[in-house]
């Protein structure tokens, strides 16, 4: 039992609020997932360009991205803000991947 739990003691709150966590619990491993899935194809996009000797970075295509997921937050009712520095966390590892790619491809 979790100290929220405990002070709420046995409740319909404390019901809700576990109900609430196993969702939350669920979304959190559907965001890994997703996210491991997202890796696995900006890793072949990354032997991809090394192999024809493009850039790690693509910033047109990022700023197209950040421009979408913008929109895309806006029209969820998420922070426009928190998405890009989201989707900035997740373009630096991608980028760091491909350059570690490419520096493996001798490019």
Not at 8 to 22: F, H, I, P
């Amino acid at each position: 039992m979790s100290n929220a739990e405990a002070q709420l003691g046995q409740s319909e709150a404390v019901n809700e609020l576990k109900a609430l966590r196993s969702s939350i619990d669920n979304i959190d491993a559907a965001l890994i997932n997703m996210l491991a899935e997202r890796f696995k194809c900006t890793q072949k996009v990354g032997v991809l360009k090394a192999t024809n000797d493009l850039p790690p970075a693509d910033p047109a295509r990022e700023k197209i991205q950040i421009e979408r997921l913008r929109r895309l937050a806006a029209e969820a009712n998420l922070d426009p803000d928190f998405a890009e520095k989201f989707l900035n966390f997740i373009v630096r590892e991608v980028i760091r991947h491909h350059e570690a790619i490419a520096a493996e491809a001798g490019n």
